[in-house]
């Protein structure tokens, strides 16, 4: 049967994609970034999965305000990754794994949780930075990549509650799939950072360092964060931290904490980072 080895939470910004493209990743402002995901990088290649269920937002690029899915599942059989405005990142295609991807569909959907079927996407910065810092320069990714968006963009998202038992569901679904598979969940997005209005550029260091102790330790207690504590907190885009919920919720109740590294900042955002080895 299918199982899940690993959680993964990763911070995404645009501009740490660039950094990385245009070979700036040893600049004085990058090093210590890039630096945290070293050992990551490491980790993965030793502990490398056969599918990533990725847990990610689109910025208006495959969606638009036309067409908002609260939830939404890439059964495909590959990815484009997207032109944002300066043409596509210079990154592998990603290669969907469209027959787990039906399975969880068709099991979460029996579930009670109602998900956006997408056969045909293409995946922006939510998707490829994540990718960029766990896996570092490839020809190809290293295993096929389910891609799981989450409206955080347009009000109302989810609450952090739904997306916790999402995160069940998901992990009933992975675990009930026939093919004896190493899936690795990773929740993407957040930390703290607001790109707009007065408040823009705040950063919450203290706070997010807090969520990140909670979510290993007490995610249940976590989850009933209702969405104003992320918005007051750790800014408009903050709340993009409900993804990191559905991660955790797959994962058994205790865990078991490979690597936590927390930077600030990049471009406008607090990055941070978890490998949790999964209990179950
Ligand atoms: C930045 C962060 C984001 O989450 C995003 O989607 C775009 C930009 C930033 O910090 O620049
Ligand atoms: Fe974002």
Not at 158 to 174: D, Q, T
Not at 220 to 225: G, I, Q, R
């Amino acid at each position: 049967m299918a199982h899940i080895s690993a959680g993964i939470a990763c911070s995404h910004v645009p501009a740490i994609g660039a950094a990385w493209d245009l070979g700036k990743a040893g600049d004085d402002y990058w090093k210590p970034l890039f630096e945290g995901f070293e050992f990551t990088k490491q980790w993965e290649k030793a502990n490398k999965p056969d599918v990533v269920f990725l847990v990610y937002n689109d910025h208006a690029t495959a969606f638009s305000l036309e067409l908002i899915p609260t939830f939404a599942i890439g059964c495909g059989e590959s990815f484009q990754p997207a032109d944002e405005g300066w043409g596509a990142r210079p990154v592998p295609v990603v290669e969907g794994a469209p027959e787990l991807a039906a399975h969880i569909a068709q099991s979460v959907i029996e579930d009670e949780f109602d998900l956006t079927i997408v056969n045909k996407m293409d995946v922006d910065h939510g998707l490829t930075v994540p990718l960029s810092l766990m896996f570092g320069k490839v020809d190809q990714w290293p295993c096929k990549i389910i891609p799981f968006a989450v409206n955080v963009v347009q009000y109302p998202p989810p609450s952090g509650k739904r997306c916790y038992h999402l995160g069940k569901a998901i992990a009933r679904a992975i675990k009930s799939f026939p093919e004896d598979l190493n899936v690795q969940i990773w929740g993407t997005g957040g930390m703290s950072h607001q790109l707009q209005g007065p408040r823009a550029g705040l950063i919450n260091r203290e706070w997010d360092n807090e969520f990140l102790d909670r979510l290993i330790e007490n995610p249940e207690d976590l989850s009933k964060m209702p969405h104003i504590e992320y918005v007051r907190e750790a800014g408009s885009e903050g709340v993009e931290l409900v993804m990191w919920l559905i991660m955790r919720g797959a994962l058994s109740a205790q865990v078991e904490l490979v690597h936590r590294f927390y930077h600030v900042p990049a471009s406008n955002t607090a990055v941070g980072h978890l490998i949790l080895k999964n209990r179950d």
